[in-house]
Antibody
Framework: QVQLVQSGAEVKKPGASVKVSCKAS????????ISWVRQAPGQGLEWMGW????????NYAQKLQGRVTMTTDTSTSTAYMELRSLRSDDTAVYYC????????????????WGKGTTVTVSS | SYELTQPPSVSVSPGQTARITCSGD??????AYWYQQKPGQAPVLVIY???ERPSGIPERFSGSSSGTTVTLTISGVQAEDEADYYC???????????FGGGTKLTVL
């Protein structure tokens, strides 16, 4: 079945970086995109950006520009999200989610989600 | 930046109809999507392209659109429908994803 399996929880100090992985299975990885969404404790969903697994194109949320990088490894069907210069308000559950594509064009909704990775930023 | 506006909370009794609205200026041009999220779980897509229902989602979930407002309707609400619901769309450029603030549905 289609699933996205994310890496385990992380605890980081302010100023450090974190890299979360998202391994896809059950579908053709390069026929879809991957979006990253985070949720701070008790808060709503915040879109972080997306990457096309087809051609590597990316688009990031304005507030994270310069701190976030999304990549894919098509040989292992894995997507990665790296967030740098971590602050306490980056503490959140980070989700990866699949984005459908039609003829190479991303359709902006998320039809399959990973279970989430908790990232805690604390000194 | 572009925003989608949802009511913070909606309450209904079992068997009644719940309606959750989402407003945004770009909604006449961009599709809306709805997600259900229960505590401690990842979101689940319940409506896509304004009114389409993914396979496996009960028929009591429906979506509609009118101008700058989209509505998620849950007919015959059941206790298991108690959850947070988020609308999602894209901005007018069609490249950035936006989520509404979420609506907590309480089944009385």
């Amino acid at each position: 079945q289609v699933q996205l399996v994310q890496s385990g929880a992380e605890v980081k100090k302010p100023g450090a970086s974190v890299k979360v992985s998202c391994k896809a299975s059950g579908y053709t990885f390069t026929s879809y995109g991957i979006s990253w969404v985070r949720q701070a404790p008790g808060q709503g969903l915040e879109w972080m950006g997306w990457i096309s697994a087809y051609n590597g194109n990316t688009n990031y949320a304005q507030k994270l520009q310069g701190r976030v990088t999304m990549t894919t490894d098509t040989s292992t069907s894995t997507a990665y999200m790296e967030l740098r210069s971590l602050r306490s308000d980056d503490t959140a559950v980070y989700y990866c989610a699949r984005l459908p594509m039609v003829q190479g064009v991303i359709i902006f909704y998320m039809d399959v989600w990973g279970k989430g990775t908790t990232v805690t930023v604390s000194s | 930046s572009y925003e989608l506006t949802q009511p913070p909370s909606v309450s209904v009794s079992p068997g009644q109809t719940a309606r959750i609205t989402c407003s945004g200026d770009a909604l006449p041009k961009q599709y809306a999507y709805w997600y259900q999220q229960k505590p401690g779980q990842a979101p689940v897509l319940v409506i896509y392209k304004d009114s389409e229902r993914p396979s496996g989602i009960p028929e009591r979930f429906s979506g509609s659109s009118s101008g700058t407002t989209v509505t998620l309707t849950i007919s015959g609400v059941q206790a298991e429908d108690e959850a947070d619901y988020y609308c999602q769309s894209a901005d007018s450029s069609g490249t950035h994803v936006v989520f509404g603030g979420g609506t907590k549905l309480t089944v009385l």
